[in-house]
């Protein structure tokens, strides 16, 4: 979500808006204090975020960052629903069999920057991000 690295790491992107995810549960996960952002299934949640529109080009550039070759993310295709109502498919990352556990306090200052970028809604990020994790 964080606006700055996207423009670092996928040089054509452009922010659409916020977009929400229903079904899925933000979740941090992997080593402690190395725990990466990931959603899971889940039929009673919600995760708001950023969408981006990426050229091929940045794809192949943010699947390298995130580690796709190597099997650390996989990506499917999700429905999301703007912030102004319009729904549409998007591309998500997601990754499965790690324990969820704390991030780091910079990768969190990341996280929460990014939803500040995206303008997520407050109360959603002081829920999700800043009361669980901070």
């Known amino acids: ?9 996928c040089p054509e992107n452009r922010f659409v808006g916020k977009a929400l995810l229903e079904g899925y ?7 402690p204090g190395n725990a990466y952002a990931n959603i899971v299934v889940n039929e009673n949640e919600s ?9 091929a080009n940045d794809e ?3 699947d390298g960052f995130e580690g796709v070759a190597s099997g650390t993310y996989s ?8 912030g102004n109502g319009t729904a549409t498919t998007a591309m998500a990352y997601y990754r499965i069999g790690l324990s969820p556990t704390q991030p780091s306090q910079e990768y969190l200052y990341r996280v929460l920057e990014g939803a500040r970028d995206c303008g997520l ?5 002081n829920e999700h ?3 669980n994790y901070s």
């Open 25 to 31: 549960k933000l979740v941090f996960d992997g080593a």
């Open 47 to 55: 995760v708001w975020g950023g969408l981006y529109f990426i050229s």
């Open 121 to 125: 809604p407050e109360d959603y990020v």
């Open 60 to 62: 192949a550039l943010l």
């Open 129 to 131: 991000l800043r009361d």
């Open 1 to 9: 979500m964080n606006r700055a690295q996207m423009d670092s790491r």
């Open 75 to 82: 990506k499917m295709n999700v429905s999301v629903t703007l």
